[in-house]
Structure formats: structure tokens, C-alpha cells
């Protein structure tokens, strides 16, 4: 892991004064209570994470290895652990994406960060195409990977979805450049709309859980996940976060997760949705877990989400990406797969995809189309 040298790492007192204001920040979040005649997800402050849900560990607990991070995470991770093939060359992937077109594909671009071809509209999820996941670069976490297409690499898209607002999904120098914004839908969960319409983008959707909007024959429904939001100091949870169903009119169906922890919720939206031919997992960030707790599964519970919500197969993404956490780069991927192998799934129906490659969108038993 590359450091800072040491004449800009920080002294004693400067650790301290920042432990001390990240303490005072934190301290100042008072504890949510019901929104009278709102949604139990809704409160006083913003908003919360379903009934029963994990909770995340005291800022005791978790202060003192953010503020270590803060420098630690700066600049570029090391990346030999991973597989030699895990990032698939430019030319390669591009030629990839182009071979396929007419059908219905992913495309893994890094991190959160997918391109869905679904019955002729072109869908991204979470763009981050810039090189740090911070508001103020260089200062934090920098991908060890360039994303696998540039801004004059992608296609026309029709409708951006965006799962909640921490820097790396939620990148406003990507939402500000990318081309045809005033053709470009963006849906969203509450109260991050004006983000994209400050960015110029020509409609904007926001969605509460379980509400839907449907824009030319795909159905976009809002779903509710285990997380929080966070985008500066003093104020906490007070945009909402979400999962989402997209739905086409032949009945293909694909799960995107954003980042998310395990409770019982997931079984409860499998109550109300008819189950999914691919399942779009954040599996990695979740080392250690005093820190991470509440937040991120573990990769096991990440396929046990997967298959709470009756996914015929799911990808990992949210790895090998950028380091965020503890655990080595390459852990949540073999963690993930052996995970998946013991709940009897194989390799078509659990996907490690590289950086950069795209795959036909898989059926789920009994779909139409």
C-alpha cells in the first residue's frame, strides 16, 4: 500500500484535533424517532433502516480506525494479490461490449458501477468513472484500477440508478460529465434528486421504498436495503438508500443492491417480488467488522441476500475496485464464490466477472421471454 511520505503524515495533535471533530460531529446526532404518519423508515432526522436490522457499532467504537484511514487509504493500493486477468484490457472489453450488442448484457465498469443493456435502453448504476472516492482529492480512498470504459467509451445512456450518497456511488464530478445529461432519466432515492438536476440532467425521479416509476417499458421499483447515508459532517442518514427491481416488458428482471447488510428485510421484499434472473451484490468492505457491522455483509450473507430474494444467479461487485476496508483485495471474490459453491451454485449462476467484461443476461427458470 502506497503512503504518504512522512513529512505530510499528520502529528499527534492533528490526529487528536480530528478525533476530537469527528467525536463532536457525531455526538450532535441525536437518536432518530417516528415521523408522525410516515413510513416506519422515515424520522425526525431523515431516515432508518428497516425493523429488525443490525445495528451499526457506537462512534467509539468506529472513530478511531476512520480517522487512521483517512491516511492509510490515500493514494494507490497494492494490487498483486489479485488475479493477472482480473482487469480485461480496453481494447478487449470494448470489442466485448460491441460483439454483443442487440442483446440484453452487464457490464462490470468497477466497483458499484454496472452498464445493463436491457431491451434497447442502456441503464448505469452508481457512475464513478474518476479516480478518487472523496470529496477532496487526494486526501482518501484512490481506485487501484481505472474504470473499465472512460467518459467517450460509453454509449448513449437512457436512465442512470443510484443506490444511496457515499462518495464512491455518488461521485458528482462523474454525474456532472457525463454525456447527453439532458437526455438522461435519473432515479433516485429521496432526497438526493437535486444532485443530478443542479448536474443539468433532463428528469429526475426520486423514490421512496416500494414505490415505482416506469420510464419507456422498464419498471424501476425502490427497495429497501440495510445501510445509511452520509455525505458530510454534521448530518447523518438524512438522504434515503435503496435497492432496486428493474423490470422489462418481456418479464427480465435484475436485482441492484447498492451496499447493504443482512437482516430478515430481504425475505420480506421476496413477499412482494416475483424473484430475479441476476442479482447485482456489493461483497466486499466489510473488514472489520466493529467498523462495518450494520453496513456491509460479509460475503456469505451477501449470497444468502441473493437468495432470500429468490436470484436465480447473482454477481459480486464492490471488489478489487478501490480498498475501502481491511480485508485483502482479492478475499471477497474466493469468499463469495466458496460461499456460493456450499449453498450449491455453480459458476453459471454465480458470477466473478473482470473489470471491463460484459455477459449475456441470464433467464430464471419458468421467466417468459
Known amino acids: 500500500m502506497t503512503r504518504p511520505n512522512g513529512s505530510n503524515r499528520p502529528g499527534k495533535t492533528t490526529r487528536a484535533a480530528l478525533l476530537g471533530l469527528c467525536a463532536v460531529a457525531l455526538a450532535a446526532c441525536t437518536a432518530p424517532e417516528q415521523k408522525p404518519g410516515a413510513p416506519y423508515h ?6 432508518r433502516n428497516p425493523p429488525d436490522s443490525p445495528e451499526r457499532n457506537s462512534w467509539t467504537d468506529r472513530a478511531g480506525w476512520l480517522v487512521s484511514r483517512i491516511w492509510a487509504f490515500a493514494g494507490t493500493a497494492e494490487a498483486s494479490a489479485l488475479p493477472a486477468n482480473h482487469v480485461m484490457p480496453r481494447d478487449e472489453s470494448l ?48 481506485r487501484v484500477f481505472p474504470p473499465a ?34 437526455d438522461i432519466i435519473a ?18 425521479i426520486e423514490l421512496d421504498w416500494h414505490e415505482s416509476t416506469d420510464i419507456d417499458g422498464i419498471e424501476i421499483t425502490a427497495l429497501p436495503v440495510i445501510h445509511w447515508s452520509k455525505r458530510s459532517l454534521f448530518r447523518t442518514n438524512d ?3 435503496a435497492g432496486f427491481a428493474l423490470e422489462t416488458a418481456s418479464g427480465r428482471r435484475i436485482y441492484f443492491g447498492g451496499d447493504a447488510e443482512y437482516g430478515p428485510v430481504y425475505k420480506r421484499v421476496a413477499d412482494r417480488e416475483p424473484g430475479f434472473d441476476l442479482a447485482l451484490m456489493s461483497i466486499g468492505a466489510y ?31 464492490h471488489w478489487g475496485t478501490v480498498r475501502l476496508s481491511d480485508e485483502p483485495l482479492a478475499e471477497p471474490a ?11 451454485l455453480g ?12 455477459r449475456v443476461l441470464p433467464r430464471r427458470p419458468g421467466a417468459s421471454g
Open 42 to 47: 422515515h424520522t425526525t432526522n431523515g431516515f
Open 95 to 142: 470489442a466485448q461490449f460491441k460483439a454483443l450488442e442487440g442483446q440484453d448484457t452487464v457490464t462490470w465498469i468497477g466497483h458499484m458501477t454496472a452498464l445493463l443493456r436491457l431491451e434497447g435502453k442502456t441503464v448505469l448504476t452508481d457512475p464513478w468513472l474518476t479516480d478518487y472516492a472523496t470529496p477532496i482529492p487526494p486526501l482518501g480512498p484512490k
Open 149 to 182: 470504459f472512460d467518459f467517450d467509451d460509453l454509449p448513449k445512456i437512457d436512465i442512470v440508478v443510484l443506490s444511496h450518497s457515499h462518495f464512491e456511488h455518488l461521485d458528482l464530478r462523474t454525474i456532472r460529465r457525463l454525456p447527453g445529461k439532458k
Open 187 to 204: 432515479v433516485v432515492p429521496l432526497k438526493l434528486g437535486h444532485y443530478f438536476t443542479a448536474a443539468g440532467y433532463g428528469r429526475v
Open 239 to 241: 438522504t434515503l438508500w
Open 287 to 317: 473488514m472489520p467488522r466493529v467498523v462495518m457491522n450494520g453496513s456491509h455483509c460479509v460475503p456469505e450473507d451477501c449470497v444468502q441476500i441473493a437468495l432470500d430474494l429468490n436470484s436465480h444467479a447473482m454477481v459480486g461487485m
Open 334 to 344: 474466493e469468499r463469495f464464490a466458496e460461499a456460493a459453491r456450499a449453498a450449491g
Open 347 to 358: 459458476e453459471d449462476r454465480a458470477w466473478i466477472m473482470r473489470i471491463g467484461e460484459t
